[in-house]
């Protein structure tokens, strides 16, 4: 497969999705869209925030007397919700770290189903979470040093009390927006280049986390203006394409408030005023209709954030297959060997 450019990968992308998803089946829709959205969800970093003591006004053991409203059921609440919430979260990231890998394998090869692909990508799994765990603690350390310094002029520049902001304040926030904006940027560059060059080649090529980190790091270097186009090219699809999903989603859900509103207002003057058992049943029934919308909403949710996040993941093999040949070889397999010649027959003496 040769290397292709960033622009060069979307219509090879489109087409490859639609062959992914072709014959329409809403289980094969469903099922492809909750790998690729569980995928999306709980494979980031780490797991959701966990509850802390502090929270309550900086409760320690010694100190609970003095605390008004903390007592040791408070405690022992909090303590509970924290562990539940640091094992959840935990679950899904295990759970959307191993989805990351067979959601890439099913779209590299074409294929549909999930077991396989799980089953072949799990020795991966740790490798994939490792890097993942210690590039986000790498960029929290980066991050952190960089914005010590704005936000501590941000605190201090504060009025305190009913004081007016001091002449350095607006410059404060403006500084400290700046900061987030930056980290939220290398955050996502990070994510961006950890899942699409660093995970293909312990995938594909079952590389070691440092021949997979030299071989990005390689790539990157060579390709510098290639690479950032990618992802100027991406974050402008992602923006292009999400709104597209997003009108669709609106436009599909207004076609379907259509008859659910209308089932909804003839059981309300059929049956509002025929007699209590008749007014239950109404009421029963706007709770089945509200259930039937919602199962719809989240069916089209499903479908559409599913086929998206499918093609993004085609675009990124594609823009990264010419220079992994085995990935190149799955997206394009070479054609067949051409068969040897049959031996001319020897001449007679």
Not at 12 to 34: D, M, N, Q, V
Not at 112 to 131: C, E, F, K, Y
Not at 160 to 183: D, M, R, Y
Request: proline share 8%; charged share 10%.
């Amino acid at each position: 497969m040769r290397v292709l450019s960033a622009t060069e990968a979307i219509n090879p992308a489109i087409e490859h999705t639609k062959a992914l998803l072709r014959p329409f089946s809403l289980r094969l829709w469903l099922k492809l869209g909750l790998v690729a959205c569980f995928a999306e969800a709980g494979g980031q970093f780490l797991s959701p925030p966990v509850g802390n003591l502090g929270s309550h006004g900086g409760a320690q053991t010694p100190g609970i007397g003095s605390v008004p409203g903390l007592t040791p059921i408070l405690i022992l609440i909090v303590v509970v919700f924290s562990i539940v919430t640091l094992v959840i979260g935990l679950g899904l990231l295990y759970l959307g770290s191993r989805l990351q890998l067979v959601l890439m394998d099913l779209v590299a090869t074409r294929t549909t189903l999930v077991a396989p692909a799980w089953h072949r990508t799990a020795s991966r799994t740790w490798r994939w979470i490792g890097i993942k765990l210690a590039g986000f603690f790498a960029a929290l350390l980066v991050v952190g040093i960089f914005a010590a310094g704005p936000i501590i002029h941000f605190i201090r520049s504060m009025p305190s009390g009913n004081a007016k902001p001091g002449p350095g304040f607006v410059e404060a926030i403006l500084l400290f927006i700046f900061t987030v904006f930056i980290a939220v940027l290398l955050f996502m560059l990070l994510i961006w280049i950890l899942r699409d060059f660093v995970l293909p080649f312990i995938l594909f090529e079952d590389a070691p986390l440092s021949v997979a980190i030299a071989r990005t790091a390689n790539t990157l270097r060579r390709e510098t203006g290639s690479v950032l186009f990618y992802f100027l090219m991406k974050l402008a699809l992602g923006l292009a394409i999400g709104i597209a999903a997003e009108l669709g989603i609106l436009l599909a859900l207004l076609v379907l408030a259509i008859p659910i509103g209308s089932i909804g207002a003839l059981l309300w003057f059929v049956l509002h005023q025929a007699g209590t058992f008749a007014v239950i049943a109404m009421y029963i029934s706007f709770g089945l209709l509200g259930l039937v919308f919602f199962a719809a909403l989240l069916t089209l949710f499903i479908c559409i954030g599913g086929a998206v996040l499918i093609f993004h993941q085609a675009y990124a093999l594609y823009f990264l297959g010419g220079r992994i040949p085995s990935l190149g070889n799955l997206l394009e397999p070479p054609p067949p060997p051409l068969p040897e010649p049959p031996p001319l027959p020897l001449a007679p003496a």
